[in-house]
């Protein structure tokens, strides 16, 4: 099993910035971590994923240039720098974790889940 919790959400204004944090813990080997958003009404959203070990990084094409995956295997912990936010980056974002490799822009794949943090960007 593996727990997953986010932090770092809250309220911004637009073009600002937030960082979300995954801690992980269990003992479950993991092969990528993705962060996954939903906003009110629409369906759960790929937004980025990272590999565990190497430096292989994917991107949604709404969020490429302006939001940044990394890991510290250290602390077991995934982030999300999020530049330059839009109003409509407004959502809850999720971090999952997924065992093998495969579509890691398909939320159904994931194997865990954290609860999710309130982004919030005021127009």
Avoid: H
Avoid at 14 to 35: E, H, K, M, N
Avoid at 48 to 65: E, H, L, M, P
């Amino acid at each position: 099993q593996v727990q997953l919790v986010e932090s770092g959400g809250g309220l911004v204004q637009a073009g600002g910035s937030l960082r979300l944090s995954c801690a992980a813990s269990g003992r479950t080997f993991i092969s990528y971590y993705g962060w996954f958003r939903q906003a009110p009404g629409k369906e759960r959203e790929f937004v980025a994923a990272i590999r565990w070990s190497g430096d292989n990084t994917y991107y949604a094409d709404s969020v490429k240039g302006r939001f940044t995956i990394s890991r510290d295997n250290a602390k077991n912990t995934v982030y999300l720098q999020m530049n330059s936010l839009k109003f409509e980056d407004t959502a809850v974002y999720y971090c999952a974790a997924k065992s093998d490799g495969g579509r890691l822009w398909r939320d159904g794949d994931y194997d865990y889940w954290g609860q999710g943090t309130q982004v919030t960007v005021s127009s």
